[in-house]
């Protein structure tokens, strides 16, 4: 076999991509001069978290001639692609919100960070990240894939709850915020677009916070984190919180538990996960404001593993499971319109990519297997197959729904100088809409004329199956229709992003164009909601900046970093039955404007002040007493101001938290009017 001529290395460019012509040739060190190696070694002694991600994600690898050993270069990977890509590399646009944002944001959930995202869609009916329901574009709360390290999460049954992760804010990383159709990455759930949450390996043996204040809330979180060996990391959370309530009937009391394992060695990595979520909460008017007296208890476990061998060509097997139990009361207290539901979700897959002359090159499989019994949703089944719904005394599971997902993807990226061209495909056949195969192709590009910017463009289709909720749910307010098909959609986004020392700036665009879109519709003011299906056109405009002051004003003066950013949408009804009023596809945010400030007070006192301006279209059905007055009132606009109050002393964090300080009363759900001020304080203590 010719051996190829080795290629010298002679200085760092300073680019993600600079080591790509290097992938699979013999590298020959050259000289090193005293500058390069000024600016090499934060990198070497792990300072950098741009650097120290790239390890953790195993980005681009330079070998040494006969050792296992890698120096590795370049940034943090990102989930835009399934061979991982740096994310300068990346074609598609991806937000990454940080340890860092989550901290000075002062969130005590996810949901409460993805609102910083002018993107990103987040209704909830109370404070506290209880009863979300998150959106991307103009989506729906369906329309959207969940996912906790690559893993899905996403329920079945229905998208409502879909946030509630089963992990704890400590064991983040990073969140990964993916816009647009992404059915070729992450399967049929990423209709239109996807959130990842990335946890993180390592940390303090100890990290305990405990934390009180408004409506009677307590919350309290602990993680430790320990090297077992070099090879073995290991950690374990739990949280537990519980509430009066910041609206009427929306109290709550629950908790979660996650623990994570890496091991790793010189052949393959191996990391294995195990979460679980259990809520109780007041669902105040949940599915109708005529029951504004309804509740309900969830429970979520999700176990998965999965590894990736070293080597020229990777393999990443995976297997994973997730079930949802649901006990759900339409008035609280009593058995009416009373439904149990247990879904389960086991996947299994299969990816191997590769990096050769010409880019990185991935295929692969997958299967997966949804099911659900339940007292309501899905076929009649045989008396003698009834079985009791666990903890309830005369309660059966009597209906039964289920279908299986098989998929095959491959994608190849073009890595050149200045250029990124990324293209695939997903062939999908699930045993619920017939026996043949639908393909979902995608192309993304990107092309970076000088360091600082990169211009992007990507056309992308992707589906969703509607949910066991879509297809069977009946009460007296809502009538699921099972002659749904899979919605479609086309994606065309555009871009571009300047990044630099002190600015990092980013503007684009987005025309969906949608067929068999389901949404929940009632046809007069007395008529119930009815699932049905439309044509829809959704397309918009977003634009975002980040001044780092430190780099800009130098860090004696106590400005630290600026956030602005904005999102339009304007959605496009092309063809559909007529109808009275929508309950979720064209509740959507035309206008959100988010802004964030973090400074220095003194000391180690700092503070940060985050606005949010947004405009709804639409409008809920106005109901007083628990009876409709037949008529729509619009839910307009509205504006939110935060701020976060922190005192770091060394392993200590004192906090508070000064939520809506306007205290303004608003509507961003039907009837439900949400809370005004409220405080939440604590401490953090890292051993």
């Known amino acids: ?59 681009v690898t330079v070998k040494a001639e006969d050792t296992d050993s890698a120096l590795l270069l370049g940034e943090a990977v990102v989930s835009a692609s399934r061979a991982p890509l740096g994310a300068g590399l990346a074609a598609r646009q991806v937000t ?41 574009n103009g989506g729906t709360f369906d329309q959207i894939a969940i996912l906790v390290n690559g893993i899905s999460v996403n329920n079945p049954q229905t998208g409502h709850n879909a946030a509630d992760f089963p992990l704890n804010i400590d064991d983040i990383e990073r969140i990964e915020v993916l816009e647009g159709a992404a059915s070729r990455l992450y399967g049929s759930q990423a209709f239109s677009g ?111 593993v999965k590894a990736e061998t070293k080597g020229k060509v990777r393999l990443t097997p995976y297997l994973s499971w997730l079930r949802n139990a649901d006990h759900y009361q339409l008035v609280r207290n009593t ?38 019994y339940s007292s309501s949703l899905g076929r009649e089944m045989e008396p003698s197959l009834h079985f009791p719904v666990r903890g309830e005394e005369g309660i059966f599971y009597t209906r039964h729904d289920a279908r299986t997902n098989v998929s095959y993807f491959m994608e190849h990226n073009v890595l050149l100088r200045r250029w990124t061209l990324s293209a695939g495909v997903i062939a999908d056949r699930n045993t619920s809409v017939g026996r043949g195969f639908r393909f979902y192709p995608g192309v993304d590009v990107s092309f970076r004329p000088v360091a600082s910017w990169r211009l992007y463009a990507s056309w992308n289709n992707s589906m969703r199956l509607p949910t066991f909720t879509d297809l069977w749910y009946k009460s007296p307010t809502q009538e699921g229709n099972v002659d749904l098909r899979p919605e479609e959609c086309s994606s065309f986004r555009a871009g571009a992003d300047y990044t630099s020392r002190v600015v990092e ?29 439309f044509e829809l056109d959704n397309m918009g405009a977003s634009a975002s900046a980040v001044i ?20 339009y949408l304007y959605q496009h009804r ?12 064209l509740e959507y945010l035309r206008h959100k404007f988010t802004a964030t400030l973090s400074h220095r007070i003194i000391g180690g006192l700092s503070a940060s002040w985050t606005l949010r301006v947004q405009q709804r279209e639409g409008a809920y059905l106005l109901y007083l007493d628990g009876q409709s007055t037949g008529q729509l009132q619009p839910y307009g606009a509205h504006a939110l101001l935060d701020c976060r109050l922190q005192w770091n002393i060394r392993r200590y964090d004192l906090f508070c938290d000064l939520t809506n300080l306007t205290s303004h009363r608003y509507y961003d759900l039907s009837n439900v009017r949400q809370p005004g001020f409220m405080l939440m304080a604590g401490a953090k203590v890292r051993l």
């Open 505 to 533: 700036a980013g503007v684009s665009l987005h025309f969906n164009r949608g067929t068999n879109m389901i949404d929940w519709v009632m046809r007069s003011p007395e008529d119930i909601y009815h699932a049905t299906s």
């Open 1 to 59: 076999m010719k051996k190829e001529a080795p290629v010298t290395f002679c200085h760092f460019s300073r680019k993600g991509y600079a080591l790509f012509a290097c992938l699979g040739r013999e590298v020959r060190i050259g000289v090193l001069g005293v500058a390069t190696l000024g600016s090499a070694v934060p990198c070497l002694a792990a300072q950098s978290a741009y650097c120290t991600n790239a390890a953790a994600d195993d980005s």
């Open 574 to 585: 092309r063809s559909g039955e007529d109808y009275y009023k929508s309950n979720y596809a």
């Open 194 to 304: 996807a959130i990842n949450v990335i946890t993180r390996n390592g940390g303090s043996p100890l990290e305990a916070s405990v934390s009180g204040g408004s409506y009677g809330t307590i919350m309290a979180s602990a993680r430790s984190a320990w090297s077992l060996s070099p090879r073995l990391q290991t950690s374990v959370s739990g949280s537990f919180q519980r509430s009066d309530g910041a609206v009427k009937n929306g109290d709550f009391a629950g908790g979660k538990m996650f623990w994570q394992g890496r091991y790793e060695d010189s052949a393959f990595r191996l990391d294995a996960q195990a979460g679980m979520t259990a809520n109780d909460f007041g669902a105040n008017t949940f599915y109708s404001a005529a029951y504004p007296n309804q509740w309900e208890s969830l429970r979520r476990y999700l176990i998965s």
């Open 335 to 372: 058995p009416s319109g009373e439904n149990f539901h247990r879904s389960d979700v086991y996947t299994a897959g299969l990816g191997a990519w590769t990096a050769w002359r010409l880019g990185r090159t991935a295929i692969g499989a997958e299967i997966r297997e949804e099911g659900i």
């Open 96 to 136: 990454t919100l940080t340890r860092s944002d989550l901290a000075a944001a002062g969130v005590t959930s996810i949901n409460d960070v993805l609102k910083l995202t002018a993107g990103v869609d987040v209704r909830q009916r109370g404070g506290f990240g209880i009863q979300t329901d998150i959106s991307i």
């Open 548 to 567: 780092n002051c430190d780099e800009w004003l130098g860090r004696k003066q106590p400005l630290r970093r600026l956030t602005v950013a904005y999102a």
